[in-house]
């Protein structure tokens, strides 16, 4: 996305260690709050929260978690589109993200599963770290009836599409 920004230069380095795999079909990275250098994204766990959660949310950045888990690269179920590395082969066979159908949540959730029916991983790396700025916006927004309806509606079509995975 065009609110996220680097701080290492060898971020896109981390994302294609993995994504030049040929058993892996997406690569994310960790974002950050950059208010607070605090975890925003650390890979999407299915069935968390009810459809698919972050992991490792509000998490210091520099923290191990469990096991040492937000510190080591890893399959996840999914991983976010505000910064992922996808082959643009793969993207355009799966027809990309379904803006139709998933405007502003789950797009990239559902590009994900539609890589892991392929038989492809998704891979998340630590390395590749980014703030985004994005997130950090929305922080704090009030959720207006109308926010949480559309919200709704785009949870009922995942879980509909979904339902056999979660």
Known sequence: NDDTQCIHDDWLDALLAHAQRPEVGIV??????????????????????????HVFSNLDHDAPAYLGRAQLDQEYSAVTGACLLIRRQLYRELDGLDGA???ISYNDIDLCLKVRQRGLKIIYTPHATLLHHGSASQKGTPLTSEKSAFFQQETAAFLTRWRHWL
């Open 28 to 53: 994310g990275a960790r974002l950050l709050f950059p208010d607070s250098l605090k975890v925003q994204h650390a890979g999407v766990i299915l069935g968390m929260s009810g459809s698919a959660g």
């Open 101 to 103: 159908t998933f405007k």
